[in-house]
């Protein structure tokens, strides 16, 4: 009886511990000392494939009595059971999975082109242990489709996190090297379930002190707890960084005291950290120094850099972000800025684009350098956090937006040359192969803010490691494992998920608008922003361009002839108002309030109708949770239940704002059946947010 009661505590304190706070994650909390049934077979004792194996003897799987082999190509048991040629195509990373006899019975044997494949491999099996059951035969083959997979913190070096909105960031600077806390490893244990195998950890806006010794140790500390994860680090930085830290007189790639100082510096980094990945760098961007301060191009200064880590096989990893104010349009500068170097970057540098011409807004077509550069390496830039969605408030489930560019054609060799495949290497064959995602993580219980903001990093590495997977398949996992099987509660939520990144963009900025947004803090609505002296490109008349006769920035031949920046039939396409897809139509065109839509409806009532929608289908996503009640635990249920309620608050609050602000251009009236708005315009217009910390941006 005694033991009876001590065992019901114990249960009681694992609920209440990793209960349904939030913080185990997709995953089961790894058990402390039991071990299941499963008989776990290898003839390798790499720290990785030891990893490997303690997952899979987690009894929360519940694997039952089976017999499994795990290994590399190398492992003798491993040669036994699969063939000499399946072996020899497995590239690193890669995996095998497959139903096997084994001593005259079933087995499960895991093949891993190295060991990281091996405990990729591992967690495929658990994931398909608890999505689909290990009831009939497995036989997988999983190859990656880009080889760096890799996270963007926007983490500065003072625990803040710029755009970040789950609390401060995860890195206790002050505290490392030498106390590490016990989320790093659940961190890397988390990307490693996912497939992400690289992780900046530092801001795009870098402090050039992450460069200096002091930070490098603990930079190691970190690495060294990531490396059986197969994590490797990266680190943004800073230009300037011989002038700042060292007080060189000059930044200037071309002097060679300053590509002394960066070669010195990559041998400090590699011999703390011997498989560092290499450098991110924001340059002449948003006010933060670059090559052009010294008259050199952005070749000039990503090929310094790639030299520096060339010997150590180190990556650059250059951002395309790149606009000021002057006489082109902003979506036309990062084009008309890189395209000039096509084919004279080093081999190990690597140009990253964000999906947009813009700045990650809820909706933007694909940037049109993705089909421009074909001798280039490129790579896109997803942004996880939710800077332009609602941050961590909104459900906004983003599997639909990334694939939405990934599978964009930009026709640069013909039909079917989609971003996907000019960035994963297979249009180009190109050696390196990258993607990133800005993380939406901080130290917050639940690690993303939002319970439902988890699914945006699975589907980031999901969607990196396969992004052929469609965003419904990746709900339905994630929702497996975080949740339940239960098919009464997927198929409803699975359904909330894919409609909740289009329910965004109804409410807040349908039919091609963008960048609306309140000055700063990029939360609410302001149409209206106009800050005196401010940059106009900063500025959301800028980029609505609302006037009597219409709304939206004319981009076509007539207008800033952004259209002619995208590979035909694109360009006609969009240029053409008649052709143009009606959700890019105020991106394109500057567009009458009478001109007539596909519906029969003038641009006005589609406009009103598209708000309305937004605000009607966030209020259905409250019944869907709310049915939803018994298959959910009491804390994360209300958790999002209370998260649902702001959102539907915001998306009356951005409905109201935009109707009655374009209203007073359109001057006419809001479509009768649909509701009317319960703010006044006045009113809306005095609300000033302050965000605190995670807003400690430039802009
Ligand atoms: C914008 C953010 C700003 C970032 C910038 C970037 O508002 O905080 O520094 O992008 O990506 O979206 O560099």
Redesign the pocket.
Known sequence: MKKFTILICLLALFTVAYGEDGSRLWLQPLPYGQTNSTSIISGEKSPTIGLAISELNNPAYQLGSRTILIGTTTDKNIRKVFSKSELSTLSPESYLIRTVQWNGKEAIAIAGGDDKGALYGSYHLLRLAVTNGLGSPVSVREVPAYKVRVLNH?DNLDGSV??GYAGYSLWKWEDLPNTLSPRYKEYARANASIGINGTVLN???ADPLILTHEYLIKVKALADVFRPYGLKVYLSVNFSSPTAISGLPTSDPLDEGVQRWWKDKAKEIYALIPDFGGFLV?AN??G?PGPQDFGRTHADGANMLADALQPYNGIVMW?A?VYNPGNEERAKQAYLEFTPFDGKFRSNVIIQI?NGPI??QPREPFSPLFGAMKQTPIMP?F?ITQ??LGFSNHLAYLAPMFKECLDSDTYAQGEGSTVAKVTDGSLYGNKISAIAG?ANIGEDTNWCGHDFAQANWYAFGRLAWNHQLTSEVIADEWLKMTFTNDPEFLSPITKMMLDSREAVVNYMMPLGLNHIFAFDH?YGPEPWCDVPGARPDWMPTYYHRADSTGLGFDRTTSGSNGVSQYNQPLADLYNNIDTCPEEYLLWFHHTAWNHQMKSGNIMWDELCRHYDKGVLQVREFQKIWDRSEHFVDTDRFHRVQSKLRIQARDAVWWRDACLLYFQTFSKQPIPYDLERPVHDLDDLKKIKLNMGHN?K???
Request: no cysteine; net charge positive; hydrophobic share 30%.
């Open positions: 926007w710029e755009r801001n795009v806006n924001k961007s948003e933060l951002r972000f964000k700045d990650f830039e942004q800077e332009y800005v990029h807003n941006a430039k802009k």
